[in-house]
């Protein structure tokens, strides 16, 4: 008894022992100028937290560090519980060549209960635009954050700033959540999708506001289980789901709820595309719920005959079967006449297409909508009955 006591004081009597680390990025050596490379710093610590026994932090203090391309690997982790805290900026090098080519700027792979919480990402991919929109051969260019094979994240209160591609990017990931993000980049600048979901499971992005050159939130392939919820968007391209149906064995989207969004002043609003070419995918079980339009282009399109520019289209028949789509309560003003428009697959025109609530105008007045290959569409338009008219 009197072993027992005499260990339960010492344990009471040191509460460091208890803590968990946290793991400073400038006692590795990073320094706040914005000009000394901090990316062996960095490193570092991400391989401290990972050796450490229990939940760790990698905390980043106030300032701008600059960062080469960094490569945070899971495969050697022992820790599930990482969050790396930022209240600094972190930089890209000014010469976009110097990651361009990596595909990504901050990646993690094969990561497990990875947490990123503050802190501001900047691409500054501002030149290597220019070079596109000259129409110079140029490279590719870097997502900004992408996570590769990782389970169990979180990504609350970053912002992403003017990034060279895609801000964000999951691929092959379950269980992400993203939060309270702000995404920023002109609407000229190309490829700048805010948000890319690839091959992911049970992705939730909420409260955000993404502004871009491209679209707002892309799903890709072989996604399931989604959940955005609460988005401002604009500029940019919307949200989308594909493109889809460039490869013939191509895995499918499905269970997917889009809801409480505005869309200003965006190319598109709610939209599905897919290339008109042979593919075994598909879209299904997809709700678009309380979306509200201001001077939208397209706020409600399915385009089966995606090809963007006009140039090398594939003009065949899209392969890609979408089925049971709800559009409950979208409202708001159109850019053009045409609010709604499904323009379906010839050999695979889309089934159980519902439309509820639907209150789009143009000018003061109805929109229109166009339908081509949609099959049979369930009723429940409304808000006025002649925003609809089918053409086949």
Not at 146 to 157: D, E
Not at 207 to 234: A, F, K, Q, Y
Not at 238 to 251: F, N, P
Not at 265 to 284: C, E, H, Q, Y
């Amino acid at each position: 008894m009197i072993q027992i006591l005499i260990l339960t004081y010492f344990y009471c009597s040191s509460p460091s022992l208890a803590a968990n680390p946290t793991f400073n990025v400038q006692t590795f050596g990073a320094k706040s100028d914005g000009k000394s490379d901090c990316t062996n710093a960095f490193l570092s610590a991400w391989g401290a937290a990972c050796a450490a026994p229990k939940p760790a932090t990698i905390y980043v203090p106030r300032g701008k560090y600059l960062l080469r391309n960094a490569y945070f690997n899971g495969r050697l982790c022992k820790n599930t519980a990482i969050t790396m805290r930022i209240d600094g900026t972190l930089v890209a090098p000014s010469d976009y060549n110097v990651i361009a080519k990596s595909g990504s700027w901050l990646r993690f792979e094969r990561v497990t209960g990875v947490s990123i919480y503050g802190g501001t990402l900047d691409a500054q991919g501002t030149k290597l635009w220019a070079c596109k929109n000259s129409g110079k051969s140029c490279p590719k260019g870097a997502r900004s954050l992408a996570f590769y094979n990782s389970k169990n994240i979180i990504v609350n209160g970053l912002t992403s700033l003017n990034s060279q591609t895609f801000h964000v990017l999951f691929d092959r990931c379950q269980n992400a959540k993203i939060v309270n993000m702000k995404i920023t980049a002109p609407g000229n600048s190309p490829n700048t999708d805010g948000i890319h979901l690839e091959r992911s499971s049970g992705v939730s992005i909420m409260n955000s506001h993404i502004g871009t050159g491209d679209d707002c939130v892309s799903i890709g392939p072989g996604n399931s289980n989604l959940w955005i919820e609460n988005i401002s968007c604009g500029p940019g391209h919307g949200i989308s789901i594909g493109s889809l149906g460039w490869d013939l064995q191509e895995a499918g989207v499905q269970n997917v709820t889009v809801k409480t969004v505005t869309f200003t002043g965006t190319d598109n609003g709610l939209r599905i595309k897919t290339w008109a070419r042979p593919s075994n995918g598909f879209v299904r079980g997809v709700l678009f719920q309380d979306a509200a339009m201001v001077n939208v282009r397209n706020p409600i399109i399915i385009d089966q005959n995606y090809c963007p520019h006009h140039k090398n289209c594939p003009d065949q028949a899209s392969g890609v079967r979408i089925s049971n789509v709800k559009y409950q309560d979208i409202h708001g003003t159109s850019s053009t006449q045409v609010a709604v428009k499904f323009d379906c697959s010839k050999t695979h025109p889309c089934s159980g297409i519902r439309l509820d609530k639907i209150n789009l105008t143009y000018r003061g007045k109805a929109a229109t909508a166009f339908c081509a290959n949609a099959g049979e569409r369930r009723p429940g338009l409304s808000s006025p009955p002649a925003a609809y008219r089918p053409i086949n």
